[in-house]
């Protein structure tokens, strides 16, 4: 019966999975599994470059000394949406970043983005900070904090928790860390 | 018939991993937090080496408790392994949650790192080893996960031919918001494992029913059903099959194979008529679906069954013509992928960015072997190779970036060099000359503050007294020296004026000696604030000075180490890459082979049924043409 040859055949094929008809050359399972753990090593490898690479880079460019970095978390709990943070210092513009929406996932998930590095003197500074976003009930916002801050000889970390700005309190706090 | 098509119907592990910290947590180290940013984005890359750096500098510290990454070094170490597990660094992430399983560490911690111990061994097929991991957990249990572990212990007992143990688990997890549908379904599989036909059927039948509108649990009630109708058509209960069949939907991901075997359970009920309709609907699908071709042959197969051997005829030319093409385009894939195409599409930028990506792949009219490798890059191994290679063309990406930058490096040195090294030599003369005086000052204020000290403890009046007031007073001691030795008539008197001169210099010195140890106080801490001043601006320029010289020296050895890295992981990425990119091509040329050889055998069977149709087709009509 044709209808019996023909599943017979059919299920077959199916069963003997991808390569069961392999012709001229056959990868085996240990040849997967080698090049995986090669592949692994060479990862580690990398990873281990790019850290001595970030290393050497940042005594080269931002000398601990003069470093000072930026960085911007959001507040636990506030859905409110980040557009985009501009960043003067001392009256000029450091930097500024326009959210994706997977940046602005990763912000709300505990992330914390480095927004600038850069170098300054030690002494009295100005921080400007403007965020630029959009609250849950649909109104656009547009934000500005002025902070001032000390650089030390060491480095400096200035981290800046954007909230939502509704109630009539400021979204933009900054620390010092 | 045998059980063969269960073979590929394999049991389903849902994926969840948690990040740590939790978000409401506080988070103490913006570095640790740079690396969850990157983390929760999926680069996990820049995740594991910002993250890797902060661990290690913690780690040789030598007070870390002092330190902002001392309140989270568990989670810190924890989502080590965790990035290195989604990095897929196996054998890395085995170690760092093998260390934070002996650490002394919190048990709810301890018990999340032995539960993604267990994944990594189940991932490798390393059943016992998983199944220890889960032994460990013990005492508090982090809520997120605990159906998690449940699952896997589930999925391990299966794994391990243990199907009733993972019976008992499954039980427990028909509830489960997370794995109700997959739990279901799983049950169903374990009882047909045990042996329990029966209660595998009910099963199965009730995973097949789950109301819910989630895509994936809707995909799971979907393979229930054929499962289950499958299982009844295996066993001959046609009638039985079809409702189960019936209830997969037409437009799911399992509805090809639906329409067939639906197709198959009219046939074999001898119910030709009703087997026209599913395949009717398949044959007109995509072609390069397996089961589409299947009902291409299969529904001129009905027809002829129906005696309409003309109709018959021509679906069974349409199979041929369309097995000839399909013949014709797998050859052309063969080629394609053996002129290195097919590698090239998987390594574009803009078509990974989309999650999608595989699907759109088909798209893409350079490279038509993705039609026939969807099934194929839906397995494990490839999926593993798949993304090795990947991996490693985004390693080679970097590391091509890297190397440019070292000249740039190189220039920036050059030119700081240039700039700060004649600057220097004269900046460093003036320099020591000051540092002479400045030491001589700071040799007199020490002098000073120990003289202050010690009148505090031993008062000494004379050595408060004035300039004046000390060379009156080395005056009248020389003048006393001189009239002990001179036996003049007027020593006496003379004596006796000395001594009262000299008793009212004392008389001065003693009774303002208070005052004027107060004023020497009050002035030498008006000195102490000028030399504070001159220790911090003489520290400012050690500072500025070893600044500029560290700006330019020092980096030609790393720099040059770093570069010959590079360069040697570059080599040995280009390396792998080849070597993965050829088991791929391998892998994927086997498949269209595979593909080719089946779709020659249908084409043979066509073109013999397509005879045998004209010859029925004409027996019939000379038949019908007799008087």
């Known amino acids: 019966m044709m209808s019996r040859l023909i599943r017979t055949l059919i299920l077959l094929l199916l069963a003997s999975g991808p390569m069961a008809m392999s012709t001229a050359q056959d990868i085996s399972g240990d040849d997967m599994r080698s090049l995986d753990g090669q592949v692994q090593e060479i990862k580690s490898d990398v990873l281990s470059i790019a850290s001595d690479l970030s290393n050497l880079e940042e005594r080269l460019l931002y000398p601990s000394n003069t470093q000072v970095a930026v960085f911007v978390s959001v507040a636990a709990d506030d859905k409110f949406r980040l557009d985009a943070v501009k960043i003067e210092i001392n009256g000029e513009l450091a930097t500024h970043h326009i959210y994706s929406f997977k940046e602005l996932e990763a912000l709300q998930k505990g992330g914390v983005q480095r927004v600038y590095t850069g170098n300054l003197p030690t002494g009295d500074h100005q921080l400007s900070v403007t965020m630029i976003g959009k609250l849950k009930n649909g109104t ?38 | 018939m045998g059980r063969a098509p269960f073979s590929g119907i394999g049991l389903l592990l849902f994926a969840s991993l948690a990040l740590s910290p939790s978000r409401s947590d506080e988070l103490k180290d913006l ?16 995740a594991l080496e910002r993250l890797d750096t902060e ?72 059943m016992a080893d998983a199944m220890r991991a889960l032994e460990r957990i013990d005492g508090k249990i982090p809520e997120s996960i605990r159906d998690d572990i449940d699952f896997l212990r589930a999925n391990i007992y299966l794994a391990e031919g243990k199907p009733a143990a993972s019976v008992d688990v499954l039980k427990r997890l028909q509830n489960s918001k997370n794995f109700g549908g997959f739990a279901s379904y799983n049950l169903g599989i374990a009882y ?30 979907d393979k229930s059903n054929l499962v289950l109708g499958t299982i009844l058509l295996e066993d001959g209960e046609f009638d039985n099959a079809m409702p189960f069949l019936n209830r997969v939907r037409l437009d799911g991901p399992f509805s090809n194979q639906a329409l067939l075997s639906a197709g198959w359970a009219s046939l074999s009920a001898e119910k030709y008529e009703r087997a026209v309709v599913p395949w009717g609907i398949l044959a007109r699908r995509e072609v390069t679906d397996g089961a589409t071709q299947e009902a291409m042959l299969a529904l001129p197969y009905a027809y002829g069954k129906l005696d309409v051997h003309g109709r018959a005829a021509v679906h069974y030319g349409r199979a041929l013509d369309a097995f000839g093409a399909e013949v014709d385009k797998l050859d052309q894939s063969i080629e394609s992928i053996r002129e290195g195409r097919f590698l090239q599409a998987l390594i574009r930028e803009e078509i990974r960015k989309d999650k999608d990506w595989v699907i759109h792949l088909r798209a893409l009219p350079e490279t038509p072997e993705t039609y026939y490798l969807m099934e194929l890059l839906a397995t494990h191994d490839f999926q593993t190779g798949l993304q090795n290679y990947l991996d490693l063309a985004d390693l080679r990406r970097k590391l091509h970036s890297w190397q440019a930058s070292f000249d740039s490096f190189d220039d920036m040195v050059d030119i700081r060099h240039d700039h700060y090294e004649p600057l220097l030599s004269v900046v460093d003369t003036q320099f020591r000359e000051l540092d002479s005086r400045m030491r001589l000052r700071i040799e007199q204020h020490k002098m000073l503050v120990k003289r202050r000290d010690d009148l505090l403890t031993t008062p000494r009046p004379e050595f408060l007294a004035t300039r004046e007031e000390q060379a009156v007073l080395a005056q009248i001691e020389h003048i006393e020296t001189q009239l002990k030795g001179a036996e003049s008539p007027f020593e006496g008197s003379l004596l006796q004026r000395t001594h009262r001169l000299k008793g009212m210099l004392m008389w001065t010195l003693e009774t303002e000696y208070h005052d004027r140890l107060t004023r020497f106080d009050q002035n030498l801490r008006g000195l102490d604030n000028a030399m504070a001043v001159l220790q911090q601006q003489y520290d400012q320029y050690v500072r500025v000075r070893q600044a500029a010289t560290h700006s330019f020296e020092g980096y030609e050895m790393p720099v040059s180490r770093l570069r010959a890295r590079v360069s040697v992981s570059a080599q040995k990425v280009e390396l792998l890459m080849a070597r993965q990119g050829h088991v791929l091509e391998v892998v994927a040329i086997n498949e269209l082979m595979a593909r080719r050889g089946r779709l020659e055998s249908y084409r043979d069977k066509a073109r013999f049924a397509l005879a045998d149709s004209y010859d029925r087709a004409t027996q019939a009509q000379a038949r019908s043409d007799e008087p």
């Open chain 1, 140 to 177: 656009e916002f547009n934000e500005t904090g002025n902070f001032s801050f000390a650089k030390g000889v060491e480095p400096k970390a200035l981290g800046i928790t954007l909230a939502d700005p509704g109630l009539g309190k400021s979204g933009i706090q900054v620390g010092d860390w």
């Open chain 2, 31 to 46: 570095y640790f937090g740079e690396a969850l940013y990157y983390a929760h984005q999926g680069y996990f890359f820049e």
């Open chain 2, 55 to 126: 661990v290690k500098q913690h780690d040789e510290l030598d007070e870390p408790e002092l330190d902002t990454l001392y309140y989270h070094i568990d989670a810190a170490e924890f989502s080590l392994g965790d990035f290195e597990l989604r990095y897929r660094m196996h054998h890395r992430a085995g170690r760092a949650i093998t260390a934070v399983l002996e650490g002394a560490v919190d048990e709810i911690v301890r018990n999340d790192a032995a539960y993604r111990l267990a994944r990594i061994h189940f991932q490798k097929g390393q």
């Open chain 2, 192 to 221: 047909l494992q045990d042996g329990q036909r029966q209660a595998a059927l009910e099963q199965l039948d009730r995973a097949g029913q789950v109301a819910t509108d989630d895509p994936a649990e809707l995909a799971i009630r």
